[in-house]
């Protein structure tokens, strides 16, 4: 699980002041003036071929390289020996810049082109940096300060190893700039290196000084850009590190009234708890930006929204998930306001109101499709095609779960009754607004929770494995509750046996997928795992009689249940083994190979 981030401690660094959280490696990006270039880009089909030389007109306000109708087909040259220092990089957790040529063809086959560009990694090398496929920064003016490609200085390519639909940012920022939040403009792209077709990403705005010019306009683009709220990352003349550590030293609601676009960050913070984010201010004060908005104060701007959606269990309480004031004191202190405190949950209610699963589900299979070729074709992929078809079923199915909970969970503390007339009111129904969705209805497999357990899909019949594959392993998670004999049988009807991660790489894949969000917040701490003893005690073997004494990674103190406990678990949160009573109900881990 994401454990919660320290506490913060600034320090005055040259014009600045230090970062914060545990493996954070600070993403700085330093900036020149801007050199406004608006030409339109041309538009390519999945398969990279151009279809026009003018992208859709947007409405809202992006650079048409971001266009949702537009895949972009990017290119890259590099020396070998660039190249090869860029691949070295991704081994020793080094993100440093590489010369590079930019290239983009337009419909008639001219391009353009940027000769002195630069490419380097972009994420965290703690968490980000997981299988076989980079992630890119293309800087346009690294060499030179005043280049730039179509009026930006710089692209952000994402493709965490994490997001098996490659759209989580895309819809999540989509969503707030939907709400009205200055978010990232982000569509997909391909990326091809040296004439070889290195994968799809998502093409995401940069947060930098053309960002804050389209958000705020250019008189009033010019103060300090803070990412993580701690690291200056533009504007460095006219930043003032003194205001933002006051802004640290002071959460009360007052303080942020007085100096803050209080009412703007409620606004976002409230788009976060939709989606929700999962590694962000809401929680647990990680990926955001802090502008000094110079009329406005200190202003939330959310960025990396690749932890979002099922991430997160759908029933995320927007005032307990997280909730720890050492970690997000001004949204704390603004819940427990008597008069922002009720700002705050009318900002809710507007952004679950805006928050439309249709519209969602629509963008999910629209830029699902958009993107398929490009994803199959992805040599780099962390999962398989059909694993990536699952994930956005999944994805679909969360929009719907949390807009109902939420709008549930709002009728329940405005003191509203029974609306969809089912018996049950909001305070006890995950969606009173569908009669047919109650506790104790029965569970079918069309991606809702039907019964409110907090589990969906969990019904006699419906198919609750999804397999993993990473490297030689091929791995399925089960996550419908049952006992260890009948969590054998599941796995055995997909021609496998309950087994264990049998090293860090296993456990790390699996921990990310195993659904821990949902089951933790359930209660929920253990999957069943290939280990018995009930033939002799002490004695463990897996389903197929071999020992598993050579692998073993027992928690301190256990196997410690006796006859009591002859049935194996794995823990997500610890990467631990524990003995456990074998008629519990638990969600269940296979192995296929």
């Known amino acids: 699980m994401l454990l919660p981030l320290p506490v913060l401690v600034f320090a005055c660094t040259q014009g600045g002041v230090t970062p914060h959280g545990p493996g954070s490696t600070p993403d700085t990006e330093e900036t020149s003036p801007p050199s406004p270039d608006t030409s339109p880009p041309p538009v390519t089909d999945d398969t990279g ?146 004439g070889t077709y290195y994968g799809l990403f998502k093409n995401v705005e940069f947060v930098d000084q053309e960002y804050l010019e389209r958000n705020f306009g250019d008189d009033r683009a010019e103060g300090g850009l803070w990412k993580y709220g701690s690291t200056l990352t533009a504007n460095e003349e006219a930043a003032d590190p003194v205001y933002v550590n006051a802004f640290w030293s002071h959460p009360s609601a007052t303080w942020q009234a007085e100096n803050t676009a209080l009412e703007a960050n409620i606004r976002e913070w409230a788009g976060e708890v ?60 603004v819940l427990a306001d008597p008069i922002w405190g009720p700002v705050f949950l009318s900002a809710l209610r507007d952004a679950t109101e805006a928050f439309d699963p249709d519209e969602m589900a629509t963008w999910i299979t629209d830029w699902g499709a958009q993107t398929d070729t490009a994803y199959q074709d992805d040599l780099h992929k962390s999962f398989s095609a059909g694993e990536r078809r699952d994930a956005l079923e999944r994805m679909t199915g969360f929009v719907h779960n949390r807009r109902a909970w939420m709008t549930s969970w709002l009728d329940c503390r405005d003191g509203l009754s029974d609306t969809d007339g089912d018996g049950v009111g909001p305070c006890d129904d995950c969606d009173d607004r569908d009669a047919a969705i109650l506790p104790g209805a029965a569970e079918t497999c069309n991606g809702r929770d039907d019964d409110c357990d907090g589990w969906v899909d969990e019904g006699a019949g419906c198919d609750t494995c999804e397999e993993h594959a990473w490297g030689p392993s091929r791995m399925m998670l089960c996550w419908e509750p049952l006992t260890w004999a009948r969590a054998q049988e599941k796995c055995e009807s997909y021609g496998g046996n309950l087994g264990f991660p049998k090293d860090s790489y296993d456990d790390y894949a699996l921990w990310i997928h195993s659904y821990w969000n949902t089951t933790y917040w359930m209660g929920i701490y253990d999957w069943w795992a290939g280990g018995s003893d009930a033939a002799r005690e002490g004695v463990w073997l897996d389903p197929t009689g071999a020992s598993i004494s050579a692998y073993a990674s027992w928690a301190s103190g256990e196997p410690a249940g006796g006859i009591a406990e002859n049935c194996a678990t794995w823990a997500p949160n610890s990467w631990t083994w524990a003995d456990r009573a074998c008629d519990l109900e638990l969600p269940a881990v296979c192995r296929l190979e």
């Open 49 to 194: 071929a151009s279809t026009t030389t003018v992208p859709p007109a947007e409405d809202d306000g992006c650079p048409s390289i971001y266009a949702q109708a537009l895949l972009p087909a990017f290119e890259v040259e590099m020396t070998d020996a660039d190249w090869a220092a860029l691949q070295a990089d991704y081994t020793t957790g080094t993100k440093s810049y590489h010369p590079a040529v930019f290239v983009y063809h337009d419909l008639v086959g001219s391009e353009l082109r940027v000769e002195d560009a630069a490419i380097r990694l972009r994420g965290n090398p703690g968490f980000s940096w997981m299988g076989e496929k980079m992630q890119f920064n293309i800087s346009f003016n690294e060499y030179d300060g005043d280049g730039r490609f179509l009026g930006l200085r710089k692209l952000s390519l994402d493709a965490s190893w994490y997001d098996p639909t490659v759209l989580r940012d895309r819809v999540a920022y989509a969503y707030l700039r939907k709400l009205g939040v200055p978010a990232s403009c982000a569509n997909s792209a391909t990326l091809t290196i040296n």
């Open 274 to 333: 939709l989606i929700p984010h999962n590694d962000g201010y809401w929680c647990c004060n990680h990926n955001f930006y802090l502008y000094e908005h110079p009329a406005d104060g200190l202003t939330f701007l959310p960025w990396d929204l690749d932890y979002t959606f099922d991430e997160t269990p759908y029933f995320a309480d927007p005032t307990t998930f997280y909730r720890d004031s050492t970690y997000t004191p001004h949204l704390d202190a």
